[in-house]
Every structure is written in structure tokens, then in C-alpha cells.
């Protein structure tokens, strides 16, 4: 098991630094001169030489890369320009409306699609089946901005039911926070939820056909008691999976959907950045959130290696 | 004897021949079968003769500003209604699909491209190989939407960056397709036949070993041609992709965005065509691959699909 552990954390590095490589790079494939970018056109010589200074832009490329990558293990993501801030407090500052995005919209995504995985297995071929199946399609073919801004119109401008943008801090109450997150997390967890109901479905119907259940059904257990209690269980291993591997991806997803709704989170910092070519803010916010994808996507595999012992043998 | 050979040959090539019709008639049979598949098809083939041909039929310029035409509702005149600042909607889709369309085209044609050149190289050589699949390990480790975010940060929105910045992001996933079958076919026993013989590297990788891989190359390709088109939509209505005033599905969007209290056409009629375009090269998808691998029904789509959204 420990050895199993190590080869996961261990493969994890060459990915890292290919990662932190190319994300150092971005500035540097900027058209032109890094620091007038960051200037604008009406910035004379000398700022842009007194700003390549400050930044470290006039060191030979290899330098700044060990510079960077120093500060970054340190957990110094560089410091924004525009702000005059250290990048990693901008990021503290607005990562809590997106993480809390992402869970509600998590958890939304797994109540809608276990159910219906579960009875489209149940009922396979049926009229029901094919029509769940049509609808999960349909959710993983709406890109999910899109079904955020056909949620607003419909539910925020059409019937007035919920507030159509902005982000209430959880202190202010649980109700009013989740009132102002519900669309923005249904549109998040759209795509999610037809995922995991496909997959729900697949794994089910695997399980389905093994011979412990025909025995079972042999013996007597009702259909009912034996989805649920014989191959639900036993097909959650593959819905778990699915669910870790793309959390990572509901946080991308947030970025976009926030500036939808106007979400101080994430998203709203990088998309701000980009106006100001704040390019610190940029690449400090890519780099936080790939590594902490790759992190995720690591415990998952550890988690998955521990309780399903086959996985440490194959993976060898 | 002479006599004898050609004889055979003339019944082979018919026999061959014969074989090939009937192998075509079996394949357009499964195809028509598929009628999820022929109707994304369809309707992906419509999609695409509204974007070579739709331009020559509107009756508006897409940047033609008629002020005193503001948002005006869908009617006679204006068949989709105006944006707020009075173009008709209708020429800004029909302009629009080609924005969107193209940049998937070019997106799957260009990441094709190099996914297949670094996918055959890495799977024969094997020191290239280390190199190439940690770079694709790394850049497919960075969520795509995001990479392509700070790809046109530092690129700057227009329409060439946007399809720069997406071959870039989806390129490593064909490698990795093409790269997987081309390693198997690698240890077939006609390529070690062909080296024995002393074909050229060159040979055995682009006649002999490249045609193996076209088929699931084709089918991820399909689904790279959608996810491009969500993810210029995304970027566009983020607007960091194709930048105004040229019209792309994106940035009617984030232009219906602002005006959502009083225009809902113009977020309903570009949204229905996302929709269309990306179900019907789903659909197509699911359909083409399993046709060619019937063991994979219904099962998730392969991993390059998930981070577009």
C-alpha cells in the first residue's frame, strides 16, 4: 500500500513541473515586450525598463524561472501589479464564493442524477430509460454558461422568483446564500449531473449482470432491495470516481458561470485580470487551481487504491 | 500458365469487387440504423450549408447599426428581431455560425494534425516519447477552459489566436489517441516483417502504421470539433475570444447578456444554434464510434470533453 502511495506522489511531479513550466511561459508568448503589454501604449521607455527591473523581466529566462518557481514554493505566488498586492490574497479573497459554488452545485448534481441513473438501470430499454438518457445527453451538450443564461431568463427575468446575479456571504444566513447560489449552481451542475447519471446507469447495469446477483434474484430479494441494498453498492466505486475526478472540473467551470451571475469569486478576479493584464494574478490563479486539481485528482487515486485493493495490482 | 494467372486475376477482381459492394451495403445498413447518428448528421450538415451559404441570403449587413431600430422584437422585417445596437439578429447568427464553426473546423483539423504527427512519432520512438507524453501529461493537467483563458490573455483576442490557443489545448488528447493504437500496432508481426525487410522509418510509420489510427483519430476529432465550438462560445462570451464588432455565437451572447431584461431573442436564438450544432456533432460522435467500436456502447465520452464546460 505505501508503495502504491509513493509511485501515485511520485508520478505527480513531472506533471507538476511541466505544468509550472508552461504556465511560466504564458507571459513570455505575449506579442512584443512583456512589461509595455502590461504598460499600455502610452508608457515611456524608461517605466518600461524601471517595471522589467521590478519584475525580473531582464534576467535571462532560466533565472526567472528559478526565481519564480522559489517564491511559488515558498507560497509566493508574485505580487499583482495592479492591485500592488501579494497574488495569493486576491486568491484568498475570492476563492470562498467559488469552492461554496462548487459544492452546492456537487451536491445538487449528485440528487438529481443517482435517482435517475438508478431507475434508468432499473427500468433499461423502457420508454423512461431512453428518455432520461435523451435528457442527460441534451445537459452535457449546454455549455454551462448558456444554461445559466436561459435559467436567468426564465427563473430571474421572466417569473421573478430568484435574484437573476450578485453572491450573499454565508454569514448574512443559509437561506439567503443558497437563494442567491441556486441558479448559478444548477447551471453548474447540469453537465455534472448528466455525467454521473450515465455513469450511475453503466455501472448499475454492470453490476447487474454478475452471477451473485442472479443468485440473489434466484433467492428471492425483491427488485427493489436488490438494486439498491446488492448493486448499488457495489457500482458506487465507478460513480465516486467520476464524482472526485471531475470536482476539478465544476471549479473551472465556476470561473465561467460566475461572471454570469457576478460572483465575486474566482473567475471575476481572472476575467478582471485579463483587462488589466495583470499577468501575476493570471498565472498565480492557473497555478493555484491545476495544482489543486492534480492534488484532488492524487487523494482520489490513493482513496480509490485503499478501498479497492485490484486497483493496486493493475496500476503497476 | 500465363492464361491461367490472368484468368484468376479477373475472377478475383470481381469477387473483390463484389465483396466491397456488399461490405458498403452492410455499413450504410448499421449507419441508417443509428437514427440518432443520421439525425446529427443531418442536422450538422444543415448547420454547415447555413454557414457557407446562409450570408448570401440575409437581407442585412451583421454590423449595419440602425439606431432607431434598437431592440426591436422578432417580426416581419427583423425575422430574429435587432440587438441593442439595431443589427439584425438573424445575419449576425447566420455570420456568426461562421465564426463558430470555423474555429471548430480549424480547431480539429490543425490539433488533428500535430496530435498525429507527435502521437506516430512518440509511439516509435521511444526517448521522444518520454518527452512529448509529459508535455501532454502537463498541458492536459491544466483545466482547458483556463489554459485557454490565460493562452488568450497573453495572446490577445482575435480570431487566429483563438484557434492558436485551442489546437494548443486539445492537440495532446488526439496524441494520446493516436498514440495508444499506434503502440500496439507497433508490435504487429508485418511492422517487424517490414524493418526485417529494411523499410525506412518514414515508410513504416506513414503508410503502415498511420492508416491504423485514422478511424478513432476521426471519431475524437468529432468531439474536439465540439468542444472547441463551447469553448469559443465560452471565451467570446467571456470576451477574450473573437472580439467585436464581427459577430460569433459567444458575443451575441454577452452582448444579449446585458440587455436580458428586455431582448430574450437574443439570448434564446443564439443559444438554440450552441445547442444544435454542439448535439447534432455529439450525436454524430456517439454514432461513428460505435460503429468502429461496438464494445464501447453508450459509455462516457473519452476524457477530452470534460473540461470544455
Known amino acids: ?316 | 500458365m500465363q492464361t491461367l494467372k490472368t484468368d484468376t486475376n479477373v475472377d478475383l477482381s470481381e469477387i473483390k469487387s463484389t465483396l466491397k459492394s456488399e461490405q458498403r451495403k452492410i455499413l450504410t445498413k448499421k449507419i441508417m440504423k443509428n437514427k440518432l447518428m443520421v439525425a446529427g448528421g443531418i442536422i450538422f450538415i444543415l448547420l454547415c450549408l447555413l454557414a457557407l451559404f446562409g450570408p448570401m441570403l440575409v437581407k442585412y449587413d451583421p454590423h449595419e447599426m440602425t439606431v432607431s431600430d434598437r431592440l426591436t422584437a422578432p417580426s416581419g422585417d427583423h425575422l430574429l428581431g435587432t440587438d441593442n445596437f439595431g443589427r439584425d439578429l438573424l445575419s449576425r447568427i447566420v455570420y456568426g455560425s461562421r465564426a463558430t464553426l470555423g474555429v471548430g473546423f480549424s480547431v480539429a483539423i490543425l490539433s488533428s494534425l500535430f496530435g498525429l504527427i507527435i502521437g506516430l512519432y512518440s509511439s516509435y520512438y521511444k526517448t521522444l516519447d518520454h518527452i512529448l507524453m509529459r508535455i501532454s501529461d502537463g498541458l492536459m493537467a491544466i483545466p482547458g477552459v483556463l489554459l485557454a483563458i490565460a493562452l488568450m490573455a497573453a495572446l490577445g483576442p482575435s480570431t487566429r489566436n483563438v484557434i492558436i490557443a485551442l489546437s494548443i489545448v486539445f492537440t495532446p488528447y488526439i496524441a494520446r489517441v493516436v498514440r495508444s493504437v499506434a503502440l500496439s500496432v507497433r508490435e504487429q508481426t508485418y511492422i517487424e516483417a517490414m524493418r526485417a525487410q529494411g523499410a525506412s522509418s518514414f515508410r513504416i510509420i506513414w503508410l503502415h502504421i498511420m492508416p491504423n489510427t485514422i478511424s478513432p483519430l476521426i471519431v475524437q476529432a468529432t468531439f474536439i470539433f465540439s468542444d472547441a465550438m463551447i469553448t469559443e462560445a465560452a471565451l467570446s462570451f467571456l470576451g477574450v475570444g473573437v472580439p467585436a464588432p464581427d459577430p460569433s455565437w459567444g458575443n451575441i451572447l454577452y452582448d444579449g447578456k446585458l440587455v436580458i431584461f428586455n431582448a430574450w431573442w437574443m439570448t434564446v436564438f443564439p443559444g438554440i444554434m450552441i445547442i444544435l450544432a454542439v448535439m447534432s456533432l455529439n450525436l454524430f460522435g456517439d454514432g461513428l464510434r460505435d460503429l468502429i467500436d461496438p464494445r464501447v456502447k453508450s459509455g462516457k465520452k473519452i476524457k477530452g470533453d470534460k473540461h470544455a464546460k
Not at chain 1, 513541473?17 to 512583456?34: A, E, K, M, Q, R
Not at chain 1, 502610452?42 to 521590478?54: D, F, R, V, Y
Not at chain 1, 449552481?185 to 451473485?212: D, F, H, K, P
Not at chain 1, 476539478?248 to 460566475?258: C, H, Q
Open chain 1, 1 to 316: 500500500m505505501l508503495s502504491y502511495i509513493m509511485k501515485r506522489i511520485l508520478s505527480a511531479i513531472p506533471v507538476l513541473l511541466v505544468v509550472s513550466i508552461v504556465i511560466f511561459l504564458i507571459i513570455h508568448i505575449t506579442p512584443g515586450n512583456p512589461a509595455s503589454v502590461i504598460l499600455g501604449e502610452e508608457a515611456t521607455p524608461e517605466q518600461i525598463a524601471e517595471l522589467e527591473e521590478s519584475l525580473g523581466l531582464n534576467l535571462p529566462i532560466h533565472q526567472q524561472y528559478f526565481s519564480w518557481i522559489a517564491g511559488v514554493f515558498q507560497g509566493d505566488l508574485g505580487t499583482s501589479y495592479f492591485m500592488k498586492a501579494p497574488v495569493t490574497e486576491s486568491i484568498a479573497n475570492s476563492i470562498v464564493p467559488t469552492i461554496s459554488l462548487a459544492i452546492f452545485a456537487q451536491i445538487i448534481a449528485l440528487l438529481i442524477a443517482i435517482p435517475i441513473g438508478v431507475l434508468a438501470a432499473n427500468k433499461r430499454g423502457s420508454f423512461a430509460d431512453s428518455s432520461m438518457m435523451v435528457f442527460a445527453l441534451l445537459g452535457m451538450s449546454i455549455p454551462s454558461f448558456l444554461l445559466a443564461l436561459l435559467l436567468v431568463l426564465l427563473f430571474g427575468v421572466q417569473l421573478g422568483w430568484l435574484p437573476v446575479a450578485g453572491f450573499r456571504p454565508l454569514s448574512e444566513g443559509l437561506l439567503i446564500h443558497l437563494q442567491y447560489l441556486i441558479l448559478p449552481a444548477i447551471s453548474l451542475g447540469a453537465i455534472q449531473a448528466a455525467l454521473i447519471a450515465r455513469m450511475t446507469r453503466s455501472s448499475i447495469l454492470e453490476v447487474l449482470n454478475m452471477n451473485y446477483i442472479k443468485s440473489a434474484r434466484a433467492k428471492g430479494v425483491k427488485n427493489f432491495s436488490l438494486i439498491l441494498k446488492h448493486a448499488f453498492r457495489n457500482a458506487l466505486l465507478p460513480i465516486l470516481t467520476v464524482v472526485g475526478q471531475t470536482f476539478g472540473t465544476l471549479i473551472t467551470g465556476a470561473v465561467v458561470v460566475e461572471t454570469v451571475f457576478n460572483i465575486p469569486g474566482i473567475g471575476q478576479l481572472v476575467i478582471n485580470s485579463i483587462e488589466r493584464r495583470d499577468f501575476a494574478v493570471i498565472q498565480g490563479v492557473v497555478l493555484f487551481i491545476t495544482v489543486l486539481y492534480i492534488f484532488l485528482n492524487l487523494i482520489i487515486d490513493i482513496l480509490y487504491g485503499m478501498i479497492d485493493p485490484r486497483v493496486r495490482l493493475d496500476r503497476k
